[in-house]
Each structure stands twice: as C-alpha cells, then as structure tokens.
C-alpha cells in the first residue's frame, strides 16, 4: 500500500470507484485537517470507499470519508471518524466544476489519498455512473487482455 515516487506515499486508494464510475477528469486538492487526523493518515487509517465530494456555497467538502481516530490520545482530542472535511481548491476549479456537478449524473469521487512533500493531498474524479452492461464490458475487456498475455507467455 506504501508506493513512493518523488515524495508521494500513497495512503489509501479508491480502486472501486473506477469499477462503478467513468472518471472523465480529475483534480488534485488538498483537505482541512485536524492534528490527530493527519497523525492517523500517516499510519495509514483512511478509508475512501463510501466517499463523496459535494459543492456547497462556492466551497468545496468531502463527506463521509473515514479517518480512523488516532489511538495514542485521548479522546477529549480525538476528532468524528466520519466527518465533513474542507476540500482546499482554487476558484476557478471550483467555478468549473459547479457547473459540471450540476449536469446530470456527474459525481466527484475522491480516487486516492497521498502524502505530497508532507501535505495530505486527495485526487478527485469526476464521474459519471456506469451501468451494469458497462461493468460487465470491462469484466470482459480484463479478462480478455490477461487471456492474451497468458497465451503470448507460452509462446
């Protein structure tokens, strides 16, 4: 789980969410955190699965993200597991994608949670939901491709 590549180790990584949406592009934002938080997200204790990204009043919030709480402080200053976090984006990102969120079916998905030179970075993707057909088009398309390697392996 721990990859580095120029100062990034990724933390937890959304890999359903490329099953279940179409991501058409993505953006790299930086979250508000609390201390114990970013102490959590080192150890690795984040959980994108069930999460969302939702465009409120100009602002940009990640929902129901789970951060483990951290287990070496008490809980007077430990922090809600599930709580809504602050997305840190520019504005005209977030221009752009009020318009984008608001057309039909257009979702943002948060695809990975990084360390960036000691920054809590989140990439989002900006999805639109596949049907059924279409999961099974890519079930397909994966199996066909490991099929080809196994044979031109053989040969």
Known sequence: MAEK???????????????LY???????????????????IRQGKA???????LI???????L????????SSGEYFN?????????LLHKQEIRKLIGKVEQKGLTLVPLKMYLKNGLVKVTLGLGKGKKLHDKRD????RQDKRDMERAMKRY
């Open 56 to 62: 409120r009043n100009g602002e940009a919030w990640l």
């Open 64 to 71: 129901n993200v789970h951060i483990s709480p951290y287990q």
């Open 138 to 141: 890519d079930i397909k398309e």
């Open 79 to 87: 922090h809600d597991p599930r709580r809504t976090r602050k997305l």
């Open 5 to 19: 590549q120029e100062g990034i180790k990724i933390v937890s990584d959304n890999r359903q969410a490329r099953f």
């Open 22 to 40: 179409e991501i058409l592009e993505t953006y790299e934002a930086g979250i508000e955190l609390k201390g114990t938080e970013v102490k959590s």
């Open 47 to 53: 959980n994108l699965k069930d999460g969302y990204g």
